[in-house]
């Protein structure tokens, strides 16, 4: 088993920053990819931002130039650096950990941007 302790996450007004990070611990053998989703209430969960374990990036067309993702391979984190946070960017936003065919995910953090 893989545990996903999120942090991070609350509320900012529109324009704000946010920072969530994630640590993994447990049955960890081989992490590649590590990531982030959303969801708000009533719609499905949806990419935000993934990396690989050698850095490369991939982003939601609807963060691109407003999020960073990060990882420290060594301690087993990821993080995501919100910027230019909007009104549209609420949700839980869940850290995501694919291994050996299981998919593990965090309990989820809320976000919330006022207007």
């Known amino acids: 088993q893989v545990q996903l302790v999120e942090s991070g996450g609350g509320l900012v007004q529109a324009g704000g920053s946010l920072r969530l990070s994630c640590a993994a611990s447990g049955s960890i053998i081989s992490i590649n990819l590590m990531g982030w989703y959303r969801q708000v209430p009533g719609l499905q969960r949806e990419l935000v931002a993934t990396?690989?374990?050698?850095?490369?990036?991939n982003y939601a067309d609807s963060v691109k130039g407003r999020f960073t993702i990060s990882r420290d391979n060594a301690k087993n984190t990821v993080s995501l650096q919100m910027n230019g946070l909007r009104p549209e960017d609420t949700a839980v936003y869940y850290c995501?950990?694919?291994?050996?065919?299981?998919?593990?995910w965090g309990q989820g953090t809320q976000v919330t941007v006022s207007s």
């Open positions: 990396i690989t374990s050698r850095g490369t990036t």
């Open positions: 995501w950990l694919p291994q050996l065919g299981y998919t593990y």
